[in-house]
């Protein structure tokens, strides 16, 4: 076998691992018997460290390295793979074997804290595991090395080339923005969204569901849905993409939009060129680029005029007694109501990002030093007093909502925005693109954007860098300039504005 | 670590990978949306070829050698479990890799030509590919080595210790025995069967199964029930043990005694020493002594009178319109009518030892050269003739029915039967050893039987080999008289004999 081609065998093997991973987490989430649990963990923690061994095993780095040192040979989708698992071996090598099982342990023991603080609704419990957390985080971004500034190589585990630098000019932008419109909507009556907190039964709700995942274009013969306490997409291969759904029989937004947001993480997966299984190449590009497919489908088109005048009469036929005497442009209003909320979760489209810069600039404090982990939630409230104008009422709705941080997932939440970002910049050029995209939308008709999202984003894989795919889509780098037009002119347009 | 621990931790290793892989059959038979078949076959080769590369591990051999050498500081069960695993791994030894990997191949190849044999129900298609298996399987019973009778070496895999010049022994004196008995009984008028054969929708069908299993004491806490094509038991540690069963709605007796059957099965894995997880000892003793306990609840308790008059008020409540004029009794005869078919799967409890010992006899012959493969359609129908007084009407009831052969395994059949016979051993002594057992049945009290399983057989694991259980616990070798009394005191009294 070519170097090269023992590479790739080596790389597939340690994907079915990770897929095999991926099986036992979904059976955990959907399936699991309660007294599954002990033995269920163990399998995954002897699963996840034969990957690990196989990954950094001396034949496979060394022959990496020899192919990194050389690729005369070599294509230029195969010069991607390798540079790609260089640096994914460089990050690893970076982290010696004590501080991986202590940064393990911290995470374990921080975890069950948040749980037991949550719990009591008592941040204090918290706090002395997450100090320890956020130390060992610091030296981790030590031990991975910067240019600039700490958070930048946290954020590069999920955003490749994201740096805080530029962050901080985007969400400079949007804040200031976004703040004077958000204010100017607050002064405008409240939009009545009752409509949609009604009896909703169960079955009708799956089914509708079900009706609308088909109808945008989620392949149910390479995947399926289920039902579990929180709604997430996971992948065995380009060919089982599973979602889930979560239903509450006195809200119908929960799962309509979750579906959505769900099938468009899934419409990506599976569009992912299969061929490519195992290679770095045959993934995602980053949490931001996932995020923008999942966003694209749940906002851009989800929660768009258009989309509802195709679905709304369906809507209405499965629920005629809840909503017979509402109509289109109500229900619409209803699904794009402006009302700040403590809870992240829970927020609208604008406040959203609130949420985040919140914790962004809370994160980059805390790991560069600047923020001590005792005076958290000061700085929680302070922030929230500030950028949305109201208090949390205790721990668990304030500092406490987000599991991010009890497992060491700092770096992560500026993905989040970052989705929304790209997914306004790639619906706005998808217009441009396709002709006649929203009549054809408002026919029920979603296939044309599908296909231009599988031939621009999904089949190219991780071929790009996020910046890299942008410019090539839409001819200009990542600007905030889509995501405030789109959300100036929408809401304008609902609020009178 | 004590070598011992680490021999230990290796098997539990080894455990978890096989239990994932488990996990990924079980999905494949319940889950498996259809495009995702091409990479979960891949995923599940990869995890077996990982097992057996660990267990292979030169290191991990060389330890086993060592304690099966020296194993002064051992206790008895740390003995026992260096025993089996140095049996296992001698086994494995004296197949060399190239012919472990022809005979995957033959395999695979025999399979698929089954596969289209049945749909054109055509022997002939299946023919030269099981030559060709078959000659690798003689082969391989060459490499394992045998003292009496090639055929010996096969069972071993699935019933160490049992010999052809014994099974010789039981099947004749069954076969005699039964023989004269089945003619006596067709001589009889045919029971009337349709109360069985009615509509029984889905749903009524489905909450009766439930309510069966949490009443014979399966832990839903420790398992779950689903919908698959063939029904199974499958287990992922003592604390996940699923089961599965089929509906047909124009027959409740699929769905009655297929959970039943499983939830047998499922009760011994449950009842399998967690403690012991990885460990030889930690596993079930043989095929048929799992397939005793699927029995013994399946026949011994579930079709006999003290259980239906438990429960069958519970079904003529659930299926009022269909079972509200169908007396206990008809019932009774009706689940126990006796009538041969060509099936082995659709067989009544006494012609299904025909069935069993028509498959042991070729198989031996098949093994020790005395039949050939092209003559195996003939040998059939002729053995159907004189066992069963019955011709199959074409291959696919006839020959090509069992998948056994298609997947390599010869030595697999005699175990169902062995199941029954040490089913109707071990019922005979409940009987004796708990007071009143058939009384508390038919109130619905199995749980003295469940208890008296557990502390004689379940909590044991594999501690003994199967003759060796048997004697400890009836105090005689596996004999027939129990079957036989079984058989005849039951069927006599049904049957007016």
Sequence with gaps: MRNYERYLAHLRKIKDLENAMAVLSWDKEVNLPPKGARFRSQQMATLMGLAHELFTAPDFVDNVGELHQDGAALTPD????IALSWMDLDRIRKLDTPFVIRYSELVSDAYQHWLEAREANDFNIFQEPLDRLVGATREKAEMLGYDEHPYDILMEEFETGLRCRELDVL??????????????????????????????????????????????GYDFAAGRQDISPHPFTINFSPEDVRITTRIDEYSIAQMVWSCIHEAGHALYEQGLPPDAYGAPIGRFISLGIHESQSRLWENNVGRALPFWKAYYKSLQAKFPKQLGGTSLEQFY????????????????????????????EIEKSLIDGSLAVKDLREAWHEAYRTYLGLTPADDREGVLQDIHWAHGSFGYFPTYSLGSFYAAQFYAQAVKDIPGLEDRISEGNTAPLLHWLREKIHSQGRRYDAAELCRQITGEPLTMKYFLDYAKHKFGEIYNL
Excluded: M
Excluded at 177 to 182: G, K, N, P, S, T
Excluded at 345 to 355: A, K, N, P, R, W
């Design 78 to 81: 195969e010069k991607r793979n």
């Design 171 to 216: 969400f400079k932008e949007v804040s200031n923005e976004l703040a004077d419109f958000v204010r100017a909507i607050r002064e405008k009556p409240v939009i009545d969204d009752h409509c949609l907190k009604q009896y909703f039964p169960k079955q009708e709700q799956w089914d509708f569901g079900l009706d609308l995942l088909k109808s945008i």
């Design 333 to 360: 209003r209803a699904i794009n109501r402006i009302e700040p909320s403590p809870v992240r979760t829970e927020s609208d489209e604008l406040h959203y990002h609130f949420h985040i810069l919140i914790r962004y």
